[in-house]
């Protein structure tokens, strides 16, 4: 598929909300909601990949306060995550990296190894880059960040020393972040790599964020002028 944009981000957020609203304007449950979203993610992903080019796609999937959500959501979202970041990935998404943003050992054992096994598996392909954030906190990732400098010993700490010890160490700045439902806030995400992104909330319930909604956020990112606190003359 060719598009007509000529800007586009190298690296693109999305904060997938609306899969229980979505749900529930349908009257079906809250699991069916999530399943349609995992559906919606795999085309998005490919989308930004194959169709736009974009190099890092960044997700946030489940976040460190979800624990709090029913026992029954919770078991199906770890289920998914179970599938997603085993050998289905390597099906999928077959030039991508898989990076985990969060502490992913706090899931099922089985679970924890299959995404171990991935990350090694995929750790050389440089093309793409998927960021899953699983059980992941933006408060938290600063804390990570911070003790593994400490750890290190290192003294001289320059943003360049937090970038290079945040989960995303490495890859391009992020650009645009795309929260989905209609929800303008940023619920702990990404915290200090949001710092001169762009921000866009569709009122568009995730499972229906389709190709042609990514098209409609992306002409708006070209639309934006990013001079990154400078002045044009």
Request: hydrophobic share 35%; aromatic share 14%; glycine share 6%.
């Amino acid at each position: 598929m060719k598009h007509d944009l000529q800007k586009l981000p190298n690296h693109i957020a999305f904060i997938i909300d609306g899969n229980g609203r979505w749900a529930k304007e349908r009257g079906l449950t809250r699991s069916m909601g999530h399943n349609a979203g995992i559906k919606t993610l795999d085309l998005i992903i490919k989308e930004c990949f194959y169709t736009y080019g974009i190099s890092a796609v960044s997700i946030y999937a489940f976040s460190t306060e979800n624990w709090n959500r029913p026992k029954a959501e919770i078991d199906f979202l770890i289920n998914a995550f179970r599938k997603y970041v085993s050998k289905d990935f390597l099906k999928k998404f077959p030039e991508a990296k898989l990076n985990i943003m969060g502490d992913y050992t706090k899931f099922p054992d089985d679970l924890a190894k299959n995404a171990k096994k991935t990350i090694e598996a995929t750790k050389n392909n440089t093309k793409f880059t998927l960021n899953l954030g699983i059980n992941y906190s933006g408060q938290d990732e600063l804390v990570y960040a911070v003790n593994n400098i400490v750890a290190e010993g290192i003294k001289d700490i320059t943003r360049q020393t937090i970038d290079n010890h945040l989960y995303t160490k490495g890859q391009p700045p992020l650009d645009f972040v795309v929260r989905t439902s209609g929800e303008q806030r940023l619920s702990n995400f990404m915290l200090w790599q949001i710092a001169y992104a762009e921000l866009y909330f569709p009122k568009t319930y995730w499972p229906d964020f389709k190709k042609k909604e990514l098209y409609e956020a992306l002409k708006e990112y070209q639309s934006r002028d990013r001079r990154f606190g400078a002045i044009k003359e």
